[in-house]
């Protein structure tokens, strides 16, 4: 029995606003993808990894798993428009004998080793997980520029990758979703819409998602912190 996570690598980063796509950008020098997929092969439990590039970028992803000796990518298959048809091009590269299939954002470089196997295990147990904080702000709800609401703080999550899952809730969920046209900005999301239960498991802060040109300068310092308490 398998575990296999999908990679979804296949975004443009607009809201980064970079000549080279986010994914690329180098993290402590080198490639913020290389980092994630190289935190993914260290951990035990994954056996394989399927990577979701845009159909453009095949040709230097080849170059990126030579020239870093990448392990465990089994595919490397082409996204879609939307992170949702990214993954679902993901799961269509699955192997038949995958028991759990996770699904975590190349945009995620600061993912642990420790987390991904967190998730993973509760995912076994309980048939769905997603890695995620509890919110420090206090979030509204806001309406042509006025509050609407105050939302009960202690009830909310940000929610992280990898999430994982049972290979066929994540397939199920995503092959509904798609004929149904529903959308969600996660897979957990869809899962749940598909009437399975989604376990939570609590991460670490620094599991940031590089979105916007600050949190590559916040990654570049958790990033460099670690690496001098590893040196220690
Ligand atoms: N069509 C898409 C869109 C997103 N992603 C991936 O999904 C992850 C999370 O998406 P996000 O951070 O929103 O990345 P982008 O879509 O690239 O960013 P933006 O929305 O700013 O364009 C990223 O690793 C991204 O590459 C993907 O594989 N295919
Ligand atoms: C999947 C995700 O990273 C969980 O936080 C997030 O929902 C992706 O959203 P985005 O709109 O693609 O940034």
Redesign the pocket.
Same mark, same amino acid.
């Given at each position: 029995m398998q575990t296999e996570v999908i990679v &979804? %690598? +296949? =975004? /443009?980063?607009? !809201?980064?606003g970079s000549a080279m796509?986010?994914?690329y950008l180098p993290l402590d020098g080198a490639p913020i993808l290389v980092r994630t997929l190289q935190t993914l092969a260290a951990c035990p439990t994954v056996h394989r990894i399927v990577l *979701?590039v845009a159909a453009e970028d095949v040709p230097y992803i080849s170059e990126l798993i030579e020239a870093y000796h990448l392990s465990k990518i089994g595919d490397v298959v082409a =996204?879609?428009?939307? !992170?949702q @048809? /990214? *993954?679902r091009n993901g799961i269509g590269a699955l192997l038949h004998n995958t028991e759990i299939a996770a699904v975590h @954002? %190349? +945009? !995620?470089p600061l993912v642990t080793p420790e987390e991904v196997e967190a998730v993973l295990t509760a995912a076994k147990m309980f048939g769905a997980a997603t890695l995620g904080v509890p919110v420090k702000d206090t979030i509204k709800r806001v309406d042509q520029g006025q509050v609407r609401e105050t939302l009960q703080r202690s009830d909310l999550w940000a929610v992280h990758t990898p999430q994982a899952f049972r290979c066929e809730w994540l397939a199920e969920a995503h092959m509904r979703a798609w004929e149904q046209d529903y959308t969600g900005t996660d897979d957990a999301s869809l899962v749940e819409w598909a009437g399975y239960p989604v376990s939570m498991v609590e991460g670490l802060y620094s599991n940031l998602? &590089?979105?916007t040109p600050e949190d590559l300068v916040i990654a570049e310092a958790l990033w460099r912190a670690r690496k001098g308490t590893d040196n220690q």
């Open positions: &979804v %690598a +296949a =975004g /443009s980063g607009t !809201r980064m796509k986010k994914q *979701v =996204g879609g428009r939307e !992170r @048809d /990214s *993954v @954002d %190349a +945009a !995620r998602k &590089v979105t």
